[in-house]
């Protein structure tokens, strides 16, 4: 679920863009040049440009008429500028917040807002709010979030209500908690929130049989949990119980049935798949979440064996690369250890970083998808030795070019 923290997190990705851009070779003038006439917004923070015949400088984006070229100075930045005699350009604001901060922080101010409300706010008010027109509202807010402003609410709601379900109170109380004006207008949505009505999430029943089974696999104890749509939970840990309290507590009225025979099978295989997660998933899968949550999940069951990715990455795949901590927050809420192979996202940096189920078990996991990738180019190279008489070339370059790509980071 995205939070307030997004703009935040944002403009700290602005301004990590900014540094990166600076590392590469300076752009010539005529380049910086090009980059005014087209207002391109990207190259803020990289150069401003002063125009003799004002006095002002501006960034690249400055939406100002443009000067004529020959009165046009370029500078690395504002200080070079000012020390050369100029003044801020009051429309751009060169010297403060760049416009994509600035964004970035209306929004977080805008998530902030969402959550204090106890009734919906509409667009037009929230964009009111932080000064901008409702149309560059949504579209700011969905870049920097990954969501529009009424999913990001209802993910606000859905989980006060899972946290007050869970808590006390009946249906009714929950609802009137979780800011839904009425319940019809909860009952419309909560199937796709909850992943089933709240009297059924509450009191259990037909609709919400879970089936569920503790094994033993390499990696400590495993808990697989199965509506009957597919499966809705696979968790790992030390201590059974504690496995079990947590699985309650998610499903804390639904009917779990522990001793169904018939779901062995289908435990055979979570098994199966933790010992080798190399192993293509077919298990039907039942993950109810967000629209965002859902395609974070399918970018992560997008990522091959073997292979890994950032936070920053995935966000780029599902086309919202702002939205970088409402990405971790969708890997963090996944239900389904290893078949959602959330183990493949590690850190820019290289390093593995933190797993819901335990570092010690992620890199477990990854070690394997290694030691299976390695095992199958050793074949492949062995099976094209046999075919061509020692043209391996193919099947171990394509190997090594798909590593490659896996292990560049941003
Ligand atoms: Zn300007």
Same mark, same amino acid.
Do not use: D, F, K, M
């Given at each position: 679920m995205a939070t307030a923290d997004n703009g935040m997190h944002a403009m700290t990705d602005a301004r990590n863009i900014d540094n990166a851009r600076k590392d590469i070779a300076p752009p010539t003038d005529d380049a910086r040049w090009r980059a005014v006439l087209a207002r391109d917004a990207a190259q803020d923070g990289a150069f401003v440009y002063a125009v003799r015949t004002t006095g002002v400088y501006c960034r690249p984006s400055c939406p100002a008429r443009h000067a004529r070229r020959e009165n046009v100075r370029f500078f690395a930045d504002g200080p070079a500028a000012e020390a050369a005699g100029f003044r801020p350009c009051r429309r751009c604001c060169p010297d403060g917040p760049s416009l994509a901060e600035r964004h970035a922080a209306a929004i977080a101010r805008a998530c902030r807002l969402i959550a204090a409300s106890e009734t919906p706010l509409t667009v037009a008010r929230l964009a009111a709010a932080v000064g901008m027109s409702p149309f560059a509202f949504h579209r700011h807010f969905k870049a920097i979030t990954g969501v529009t402003p009424v999913a990001w609410r209802a993910g606000l709601q859905a989980q006060k209500m899972r946290e007050s379900l869970g808590a006390s109170g009946g249906v009714t109380a929950a609802i009137y908690e979780a800011g839904f004006g009425s319940s019809s207008r909860f009952y419309e949505k909560s199937a796709d929130m909850l992943g089933m009505t709240p009297t059924a999430f509450r009191k259990g029943g037909k609709d919400a049989r879970i089936r569920f089974c503790i094994a033993r696999c390499t990696l400590g104890a495993l808990l697989v949990g199965a509506s009957d749509r597919g499966v809705c939970a696979i968790s790992m840990g030390d201590d059974p119980e504690a496995l079990i309290r947590a699985f309650q507590d998610r499903f804390p009225n639904a009917l779990l049935v522990g001793d169904d025979p018939d779901f062995g099978g289908l435990v055979a295989r979570v098994v199966a798949l933790v010992e080798n997660p190399s192993t293509p998933v077919d298990l039907p899968l039942d993950m109810r979440g967000t629209a965002f949550q859902q395609r974070v999940w399918q970018?992560? /069951?997008?990522?091959?064996? *073997?292979?890994?990715?950032?936070?920053?990455?995935?966000? /780029?795949?599902? *086309? !919202?690369?702002?939205?970088?901590?409402?990405?971790? !927050?969708?890997? *963090?809420?996944?239900?389904?250890?290893?078949?959602?192979?959330?183990? /493949?996202i590690i850190r820019t940096d290289g390093d593995v970083s933190g797993y819901r189920w335990g570092v010690a078990r992620k890199q477990a996991l990854l070690a394997r998808e290694r030691a299976a990738a390695e095992k199958e180019a050793v074949e492949e190279e062995a099976a094209g030795r046999e075919t061509t008489g020692g043209g391996v070339a193919a099947p171990a370059s394509r190997r090594q070019s798909r590593a490659g790509q896996g292990a560049s980071s941003p």
């Open positions: 970018a992560l /069951r997008a990522i091959p064996a *073997g292979e890994t990715a950032t936070y920053a990455e995935i966000a /780029r795949r599902i *086309g !919202q690369p702002s939205a970088v901590r409402a990405v971790a !927050q969708a890997c *963090g809420a996944n239900p389904v250890a290893v078949a959602t192979p959330c183990h /493949r």
